[in-house]
């Protein structure tokens, strides 16, 4: 025996539809925090923030007397140097970390040279070479050129002309020879480190490497390497990052 037939189901919507689940809203807080220190390696890194258009906050300290950096950087990495960035719950510093840190994470495919490019080696080369190579012989010139100054007064010259020879023996002929290297990498490419149409990791760390160049060994510093700093200095995203960073001793007049 058959059971009761079921009642045939409408077609129709319910007079109650459930309402839309609502989007989550987005924070428009920015999440990368750069501490910047005046007149620092931290300039490279808010010129590329500018250049890749991250939202960011920037934290600016001031150098103690000593030309070094406040104990209040200590707070943020147990180094207590500039540059550092936070972004969420990373905390990264060294220039060439965060360079390739926030080009990976946040750049576009032009920022980006991959393995697969002929222009590789070069931008590799390059964004290692600043720190690598160039930069401790300009803080080595910096330190002889200082020195004297903590010398009583009555032997100041004898420690200035001591110094004076000791640059030239140890930082005057490396320098000479990494600028003729710049000069001619720049000849070659025409433009940016990597060549292409615009900055890559490369740009970004030699960039502050060679404002300091231009200032502590004028006298190794060609025309292309003068004119790059000139490009540089003369975007609209530096711009705006001096504009943000305050006070910069190292642009090229």
Known sequence: MEGPTAAPVANTPPSNPPAPEAAAPTSSKPTVVLHHLENARSQRILWLLEELGVPYEIKKYKRTPQRLAPPELFDVHSLGKSPVITDGDVTLAESGAIVEYLIAKYGSDKSKVGPDSPRWTDNLYFTHFAEGSVQPRLVQRLIFRMAPQG???????????????????????????????????????????????????????????????????????????????????????????????????????
């Open 151 to 253: 010398a009583p007064a009555l032997i100041r010259p004898l420690a200035r002309a001591i110094f004076t020879k000791l640059d030239v023996k140890v930082n005057a002929t490396e320098l000479e020879r990494q600028g003729k290297l710049i000069e001619s990498h720049l000849e070659k490419t025409g433009g940016w480190f990597a060549g292409g149409e615009e900055p890559t990791a490369a740009d970004y760390m030699m960039s502050f490497t060679l404002e300091v160049f231009v200032d502590r060994a004028p006298e190794y510093a060609g025309p292309k390497l003068r004119e790059y700093v000139k490009k540089v200095q003369s975007r609209p995203a530096y711009k705006r990052a001096l504009e943000k960073g305050g006070e910069y001793a190292y642009i090229l007049h």
